[in-house]
């Protein structure tokens, strides 16, 4: 007989249960192994799906990196091409400042031009003899001015066609 703890087992017992145990062992072994073989065969197909959709998603990551490569190409382009706008525009600027100026410089020669030319005309006729008949005549109350020109008033005729017929 054995012994275990405060029970004494006689060997009847013991091999009732030793008989009890190898022969539902297999059975609950075989239900444990059943469960875990089931078990396994979802958890395959459902790795397999897994995997699958890993591949699917991992193929359109890298062709959205791809993508991503190519718009960040194309505004690196974009941005050297604006650059090299900013440096035209500015190059264009300049070119209009300057041409800006260079026309103000030729008109402001062309009015000193004209305003030399207004004194020398002002001063040739301020020493025409004519002019200077025609002022000393009006100051001395001999002419009228008339439609534009100074007339004698004893001969109705102006001063030009008076030095004429001289």
Known sequence: MSQKGNFTF??????EVNASII?????????????LLIKGEKDSIELER????????????????KELNEYICEVTNINA????LVELEKS????????DKEILKIKLEESEKRSTEAVDIVRI??????????IQEQIQGN???????????????SIIEQEQNI
């Open 125 to 134: 006729v301020f020493k025409s003899p004519v002019y200077m008949k025609t």
């Open 143 to 157: 002419t009228d001015y008339i439609n534009g020109q100074s007339v004698f008033k004893q001969t109705g005729k």
């Open 23 to 35: 022969k539902n062992l297999p059975e609950q072994v075989g239900n444990i192994l059943k469960e």
């Open 50 to 65: 897994v995997c699958s959709n890993y591949d699917k998603l991992s193929k359109e990551f890298e062709l959205k990196k």
């Open 92 to 99: 264009l600027i300049k070119r209009e400042l300057f041409l």
């Open 10 to 15: 006689s060997p009847e017992l013991l091999e």
């Open 81 to 84: 091409h604006a650059e090299k």
